[in-house]
Nanobody
Framework: QAQTVESGGGLVQPGGSLRLSCVHSGSRLGIKTMAWYRRPPGKERELVAS???????KYADSVTGRFNISRDNAKNTMYLQMNSLKPEDTARYYC??????????WGQGTQVTVSS
């Protein structure tokens, strides 16, 4: 059974950096698109960044220039390098995976807290 697991969250001071990882396992199907979403406290879930199998990348305006998304197709792994973190980046970050059949898998999320 396919499984998606995030890691790398934590507490960081404003201006600091974190690197999130997402591993998708247990499926023989190819991955079409991977993405990071986040849900800030008291707000709706929002798209942070996405990356397709051909490295077509999109970022939310709020993170452009600060975050960098990448993936290792051989390892079915996606990363999110987050720099110059701000308190408003505080959220639970979720990994989203859609395979070549259109099946979607979500991770349980990893908490990122930006605070002094």
């Amino acid at each position: 059974q396919a499984q998606t697991v995030e890691s790398g969250g934590g507490l960081v001071q404003p201006g600091g950096s974190l690197r999130l990882s997402c591993v998708h396992s247990g499926s023989r199907l190819g991955i079409k698109t991977m993405a990071w979403y986040r849900r800030p406290p008291g707000k709706e879930r929002e798209l942070v960044a996405s990356i397709t199998g051909t490295d077509n990348i999109k970022y939310a305006d709020s993170v452009t220039g600060r975050f960098n998304i990448s993936r290792d197709n051989a390892k079915n792994t996606m990363y999110l390098q987050m720099n110059s973190l701000k308190p408003e980046d505080t959220a639970r970050y979720y990994c989203y995976v859609i395979n070549t059949l259109g099946n979607v898998s979500w991770g349980q999320g990893t908490q990122v807290t930006v605070s002094s």
